[in-house]
């Protein structure tokens, strides 16, 4: 049957590009077959070499033949049946109202083949491998699936628990609540300044550094005057070192600058946020193009992050905690990569979640938390210092670090606070990076009240809060608060969490 066939007409089979996908990821295995070869070269039979390679290769094709041949799916009125395996069949059935979330991801090479790979999250226990995935099939039948289930799910709406009324989304027409265009790419790109991209540089000049005419490092002022000593201008580039200098510099800050906006731009292209009925769907990426939904019922908080830098001009990044993990690869989701408050707060509303007002108070954690700065800075003092003394220069670099790390655990310990906003606790940490995680009550399902030899003498109290999904920002926690006000506020958030 054709794998661009409308669901609900009976059995159908993955896309015959399946088994390009298939040839592909003989690469990697073909690795795992090399210490084989090498050891039947090392016997002496080289001969055997070439073919037990096409032997392997020829037999890894007729396994995953056997895969695509022996795997196929069906769409019902209200589920999907899944049947696989060649020697031990497995027949799933998946109910709609068990999924969770349908995506869809199309890499560079499904995009030209007009196909994607479609997953259901069902939320059942076990992690990612209880869930099940179409690898490939046609982009419209995909989006056809998609449809179908999103609408099966729908019907109910009016009857679904512990969804907030003001969460709730009328029927109708998706609406869009944030995007973003190649003019905010660039900006979000210059302000993700990263280095990443210097590895990549130096391995591929030490990879082909016996091609090129001469030996070069691009941040070597001394190869910039070798270079121009070809144009003959290394006269006046060795009176003026100073240009030498400025290249590499400016070379520097290009990288970094370039890497930055690629990054931004491969990886939020066309990015558009729009609401559903039940979920806010995120849309996103150039070569590989995701589609993700975030059901709103299973958001646990909110995630503001922003930089010393870039709050300076109002940008800040808003990700979601959800019980639903971020196509495998994020905890928490993305829902808007670079944007202004005012932009976030629709987002905010669609959720239930605000942000604190302005004239709020907050409370600070104690000074103490910079303690282990300060340990890790007097460790590195006594390295350093026993370097010296045995006639070692480079211990002033551990002695002027040292130095840096006690500041920076002094600056950040006044970084350190939090509000209880009645039906929701804000905590917010962080001076180079600033976090603020917004957390209502009824998310929390249990705190941890810690104290130790060091928080209990200054009657001190560390909470520690759990919350279902897990951040990939760090546990939620308020340290070093005086235990009486801990152990009120953990009282009332449970309490609260019990009457939601």
């Known amino acids: 049957m054709s794998e661009d066939a409308v669901p609900g007409t009976g059995w159908q089979r993955l896309h015959p590009a399946t088994l390009a996908f298939a040839i592909v990821r003989l690469g990697p295995r073909t690795l795992n077959f090399l210490p084989a070869l090498a050891a039947i070269g090392i016997a002496g039979k080289w001969v055997y070499v070439a073919p037990a390679l096409l032997l392997f290769l020829l037999v890894s094709l007729v396994i995953a033949w056997l895969h695509w041949l022996r795997f196929r799916f069906a769409v019902g009125a209200d589920e999907i049946v899944i049947e696989s395996g060649v020697l031990s069949r497995q027949h799933r059935t998946i109910p709609f109202d068990r999924i969770q979330d349908v995506s869809v ?6 995009r030209a083949l ?22 490939a099939i046609g982009l419209d039948a995909a989006q056809a699936l998609r449809t179908t289930i ?9 009857a679904a628990a512990n969804v907030p009324e003001a969460a709730s989304a009328p ?14 790419l660039l900006i979000a790109g210059l302000f993700n300044f990263s280095l990443a991209a210097l590895a990549v540089v130096g391995a591929g000049m030490q990879f082909f550094d016996g091609l090129l005419p001469f030996d070069f490092n691009i941040f070597n002022p001394m190869d910039w005057i070798d270079v121009a000593e070809g144009y003959g201008l290394d ?19 290009f990288i970094g600058f370039a890497s930055g906006i690629a990054t931004m731009v491969f990886a939020n292209w066309n990015f558009r946020l729009t609401r559903e009925p039940r979920a806010l769907r995120r849309t996103r990426g150039l070569t590989t193009r995701t589609d993700v939904a975030v059901p709103v019922k299973r958001i646990q908080a909110a995630i503001l992050v922003t930089g010393w830098f870039r709050k300076r001009f109002g940008w800040h990044e808003l990700r979601l905690q959800s019980l639903a ?57 006594l390295g350093g210092s026993t370097a010296i003394a045995f006639g070692q220069p480079i211990g002033w670099l551990a002695v002027i670090a040292a130095a840096l790390i006690g500041l920076f655990a002094m600056i950040g310990s006044r970084f350190h606070h ?18 603020t995680t917004l957390l209502p009550h009824a998310s929390v399902q249990s705190i941890d009240l810690k104290t130790d030899f060091i ?32 152990r009120d506020l953990r009282a009332r958030i449970l309490a609260g969490g019990a009457c939601a």
């Open 455 to 486: 928080l209990r003498p200054f009657g001190l109290a560390t909470l520690i809060f759990g919350v279902p999904g897990g951040s990939s920002l760090a546990s939620h926690e308020i340290p070093a608060i005086p235990v009486d006000i801990a």
């Open 114 to 135: 007009g196909i994607a790979k479609v997953g259901f999250e069902t939320g059942a226990g076990g992690g990612k491998e209880n869930d099940a995935h179409l690898d």
């Open 325 to 381: 993990t971020d196509g495998e690869k994020e905890k928490d989701h993305q829902v808007v990569p670079f944007g202004r408050l005012d932009e976030i707060d629709p987002v905010l509303d669609e959720i239930a979640i605000r942000r604190p007002d302005a004239g709020i108070p907050w409370q600070h954690s104690h000074r103490i938390v910079a303690l282990g700065g300060f340990v890790g800075a007097t460790c590195a003092a």
């Open 105 to 110: 991801e199309q890499g560079l090479v499904a």
């Open 418 to 435: 939090w509000s209880d906003l009645g039906d929701m606790v804000a905590i917010r940490r962080g001076f180079w990076k600033p976090k």
């Open 150 to 158: 999103r609408a099966h799910r729908s019907e109910p709406l009016s």
């Open 235 to 253: 006269t006046w580039l060795v009176a003026h070192r100073w240009v030498a200098g400025i290249g590499a510099a400016i070379s520097l800050l």
């Open 171 to 184: 029927s109708g027409e998706d609406r869009l609540l944030f995007a973003m265009g190649p003019r905010r």
